[in-house]
T-cell receptor
């Protein structure tokens, strides 16, 4: 069974540019969450999508956005990149239910390493 | 605000030694998960503890959930070099309604020397 796939693995951008990251969840998983991981702040929740709807959002500026497609694949977009956006961006998928069973195992991809110059 | 503090932050030990990693909060969690993350990879779920006082064993790893469900510990017996990695505890956010949002701990970086 294929795991969570994130593309690209590495990305280098300059300040002011925008970037789109992609996440393909495990087949059958309907919930996709995005996290930002930095040495200083650790893993921080960005947002979660379930059945093409954003179900929850973390404390990040509006420059960070996402969407989910009907096949559960998800993208996140960061506009007007800043140096502080350099991080590992992780995507996690789970089966997901309407009730949002929070004990469900989260399956993480290997992330996209974004570097801002 | 739910926070999870892990200790120690860093740990360097010799192969064969035992160690314990702690995950503490002032908030009650309905469950806690433990993950291990190796360099260049995403976190991998090790275990989920749900019931206060619960103890789960995974080979040489023993996980315990505090009676009050505010803390958890991970004990590794006879550590091996393959145990090297970043250990993360995580719990579900209670303020977000129907969601899979996880609050992650600050992490413990373990290095097991041969």
């Amino acid at each position: 069974k294929a795991g969570v796939t994130q593309t690209p693995r590495y990305l280098i951008k300059t300040r002011g540019q925008q970037v789109t990251l992609s996440c393909s969840p495990i087949s059958g998983h309907r919930s996709v969450s995005w996290y930002q991981q930095t040495p200083g702040q650790g893993l921080q929740f960005l947002f979660e999508y379930f059945s093409e709807t954003q179900r929850n959002k973390g404390n990040f500026p509006g420059r960070f956005s996402g969407r989910q497609f009907s096949n559960s694949r998800s993208e996140m977009n960061v506009s007007t990149l800043e140096l502080g956006d350099s991080a590992l961006y992780l995507c996690a998928s789970s089966l997901g239910t309407l009730g949002g069973a929070s004990n469900q195992p989260q399956h993480f991809g290997d992330g996209t390493r974004l570097s801002i110059l | 605000t739910q926070l999870l503090e892990q200790s120690p932050q860093f740990l360097s030990i010799q192969e064969g030694e035992n160690l314990t990693v702690y995950c503490n909060s002032s908030s009650v969690f309905s469950s806690l998960q433990w993950y291990r993350q190796e360099p260049g990879e995403g976190p991998v779920l090790l275990v989920t503890v749900v019931t206060g006082g619960e103890v789960k064993k995974l080979k040489r790893l023993t996980f315990q959930f505090g009676d009050a469900r505010k803390d958890s510990s991970l004990h590794i017996t006879a550590a091996q070099t393959g145990d090297t990695g970043l250990y993360l505890c995580a719990g579900p956010n209670v303020h977000g309604g129907a969601t899979n949002k996880l609050i992650f701990g600050t992490g413990t970086l373990l290095a097991v020397q041969p």
